[in-house]
C-alpha cells in the first residue's frame, strides 16, 4: 500500500464483533484503510476478534474506545439497539460515522442520530447499503434515469430467506425490542434501495408483519421464545402514483433469493441476485445486460443454516468500501473524504426515512389500517441507552410508531 494513500484515510475502530465485524475488517484492509481498535459489549469477545485478525486495542467499553486518537472513522455492526447511542457519542468525539442498516432503533432515535450529523456537518455520518453499490443495482439506476422504464408504475421485491435463528441459538435477531427481525435487518435494506431507484418518497404504507416460529427445538426453547417478525409483506405508495410490494420470507433454510423489478409504461428492468435484465414494452424476452458474480438464477446456498452473508451483499459491501477509500484519496483535505464520489451512499436522512417507513408498516400490521410515513421532532426513550446517553429525560420504553394522518 502507498504510504501517502495509506496518510490520507482515516484509522478505523470497530464497535462490533459479530460475524458482520469479521467480514469487514478484511475488507478494509485491503482498501487501505488501517483497523486500530475493536469494541465489543464483552471483553472476551473483543480479544477473540483481535486475535484472530491481529488488532492489537481490544475494549469492552465504548468511552474508553472513543478517547483513542487512533481511531479517526467508527464503523458500527453491533446490533440494532445500540446504534443510535454510540453514534451520537462518537460524532461528538469527532469521528467520522459509518452505521450498518437498520440505522436505529425507531425514527426518533434515528432524528437524534441526524440531528447530531447536522451539528458536525465536516463529519461524515453514512449508512453503507450494500445493494446501491451492486453493479446491477448502480446499472440499473442508470437506465432508470435515463428513462427506460418511461413513467415508473410498479415495483415488485421478493427476498426468500433462512431462518434469523443462529445455529448455535438464541441471539437479539430473536428480539424484536433489539432490533431484530426480518423487516428491520432486510427490510431496511429494501426500502432504502427502492427509494434510491426511483427517486421517489414513499407516503403511504400497508402491511403484514408476522412472526410464525416462536421457538426452535434445540435452539430456542423453554423460557425464552422469538419475538421477531420471520415474514413480511407490505404495499408501498408513493406520491407519484408509484406502487411497491416487497414479501420477506424467512422460512426457506440454506439459501438466499432476492428478486427486484421496476416496471414502467416502457419497459421492465429486473434484477435477479446480482444479474442485471431488462426487456423493453415491444420486446418479446428479456435479456441479459450484466451478470455479477454470484449464482445466475440469483438463487444461493448459505452455509451456517443460511446465516451466512450472501454473497451479492458482501460484492456490494466490498464496492462501498473501495469508494470510500477512493474518496478519501482524492480529496485535497487530509482526512476528508470527496463526498461526490461517495454520493450514492445512504446518509443519515436516508436511514431517517427508512425508520419512519419500517415505524409505518409495523403500526399498520397492528391496526389494520394503512399508515403515513412521518418524521417527528421528538421522539422517546430506548430503554438500553445508558443513563448519561443524552436521552435521560424520557422514561417510555415503547417505540415511537407513525400515526396516520
Not at 281 to 303: M, N
Request: aromatic share 6%.
Amino acid at each position: 500500500m502507498d504510504e501517502r494513500k495509506r496518510s490520507r484515510l482515516p484509522r478505523i475502530g470497530i464497535f462490533g464483533t459479530g460475524w458482520t465485524a469479521r467480514m469487514l475488517i478484511p475488507i478494509f484492509t485491503e482498501n487501505g484503510f488501517l483497523v486500530t481498535a475493536i469494541c465489543g459489549r464483552k471483553q472476551e469477545s473483543a480479544e477473540r476478534l483481535g486475535n484472530d485478525l491481529n488488532i492489537t486495542f481490544r475494549t469492552s467499553s465504548f468511552q474508553e474506545f472513543l478517547l483513542k486518537s487512533e481511531v479517526d472513522l467508527v464503523c458500527i455492526v453491533s446490533p440494532p439497539h445500540t446504534h443510535a447511542e454510540m453514534a451520537v457519542k462518537a460524532l461528538s468525539a469527532g469521528k467520522h460515522v459509518l452505521c450498518s442498516f437498520p440505522m436505529a432503533l425507531t425514527k426518533s432515535e434515528a432524528e437524534k442520530m441526524v440531528t447530531s450529523a447536522r451539528y458536525y456537518p465536516s463529519l461524515l455520518a453514512l449508512c453503507p447499503n450494500p445493494l446501491r453499490h451492486l453493479p446491477a443495482i448502480v446499472k440499473m439506476k442508470s437506465m432508470l434515469d435515463e428513462g427506460f422504464c418511461g413513467k415508473l408504475m410498479v415495483c415488485e421485491v421478493v427476498v426468500r430467506r433462512g431462518p434469523l435463528v443462529h445455529p448455535k441459538g438464541y441471539t437479539w435477531m430473536c428480539d424484536g425490542t433489539m432490533g431484530g427481525g426480518l423487516l428491520s435487518t432486510v427490510g431496511s435494506f429494501v426500502i432504502d434501495t427502492l427509494m434510491y431507484l426511483t427517486s421517489e418518497r414513499i407516503q403511504e404504507v400497508s402491511g403484514q408483519v408476522r412472526t410464525l416460529v416462536t421457538q426452535q427445538p434445540g435452539k430456542v426453547e423453554g423460557f425464552r421464545s422469538i419475538n421477531s417478525d420471520d415474514f413480511a409483506s407490505f404495499t408501498l405508495s408513493c406520491e407519484s402514483g408509484l406502487h411497491a410490494t416487497v414479501i420477506l420470507n424467512s422460512h426457506v433454510p440454506h439459501q438466499y433469493t432476492q428478486e427486484m423489478m421496476v416496471i414502467g409504461n416502457q419497459g421492465r428492468l429486473t434484477v435477479r441476485g446480482s444479474d442485471l435484465y431488462a426487456q423493453a414494452s415491444g420486446e418479446t424476452e428479456e435479456r441479459l445486460i450484466l451478470r455479477g458474480d454470484d449464482v445466475a438464477s440469483g438463487q444461493e446456498d448459505l452455509p451456517d443454516g443460511g446465516m451466512a452473508m450472501p454473497s451479492l451483499l458482501v460484492r456490494g459491501t466490498e464496492q462501498a468500501i473501495a469508494d470510500l477509500s477512493r474518496a478519501f484519496d482524492a480529496s485535497s483535505v487530509r482526512m476528508q473524504a470527496d463526498r461526490g464520489l461517495i454520493a450514492s451512499c445512504a446518509t443519515f436522512e436516508d436511514g431517517l426515512y427508512v425508520n419512519a417507513a419500517v415505524d409505518a408498516i409495523h403500526d399498520s400490521s397492528n391496526s389494520g389500517r394503512c399508515q403515513h410515513v412521518t418524521i417527528d421532532k421528538e421522539g422517546q426513550r430506548n430503554p438500553f441507552w445508558t443513563s448519561n446517553g443524552g436521552d435521560s429525560d424520557r422514561t417510555s420504553p415503547k417505540p415511537n410508531r407513525s400515526t396516520v394522518s
